[in-house]
């Protein structure tokens, strides 16, 4: 009876991420003033921080590839980076680093910089310049402040619960 319990609570918690997952990618498609968002480098920033090393990168690896399949080109630009920022995450939670609220505000821009900043070089290098330069550093600055200033909300909150 408690197995089954268990079951469903599991089932239940997983059905709940994919949700989040999927809405992250919707929100990624929608713009503002032509920028477009990057919400599921937050996620992946998030899952990174919160979650045990091998299911963060095992569900980094998901979302890169359901992001390299919607994008309709080559598989492995989004794969890599989410994969990247899940590894720079899990350097800086197990150093000597406290992530308070700030400092992951920082970590999630300089994180968001560094995904689009792979993504970018991986589609130039192996497929076709997506956009040039000028924009691109234009709309990974965009995604980078938009990101930051949620991550700083976010660990904000996980701040002010207590631990258990």
Not at 60 to 88: C, N, Q
Not at 101 to 112: D, G, H, P, Q
Request: aromatic share 16%.
């Amino acid at each position: 009876m408690i197995g089954q319990i268990v079951q469903v609570h599991s089932l239940r918690e997983k059905a709940l991420w994919l949700l989040v997952v999927m809405c992250a990618l919707v929100l990624d498609e929608s713009s503002f003033f032509d920028y477009r968002f990057n919400f599921t480098t937050l996620l992946v920033f998030y899952i990174g921080v919160q979650w045990p090393i091998s299911r963060a990168f095992l569900w980094a690896f998901m979302i890169g590839l359901v992001l390299d399949s919607l994008s309709l080109r080559l598989i492995g630009p989004h794969i890599l980076s989410k994969v990247i920022v899940v590894f720079l995450t899990y350097f800086f939670k197990t150093g000597i680093f406290n992530l308070a609220s700030l400092l992951s505000a920082i970590l999630c821009f300089v994180f968001t910089i560094i995904d689009g900043i792979v993504v970018y070089i991986s589609l130039s290098l192996f497929d076709v310049r997506p956009t040039p330069p000028a924009a691109a550093i234009n709309l990974i600055t965009f995604q980078a402040v938009v990101n930051s200033i949620m991550a700083y909300y976010l660990f904000e909150k996980n701040e002010q619960q207590p631990h258990k």
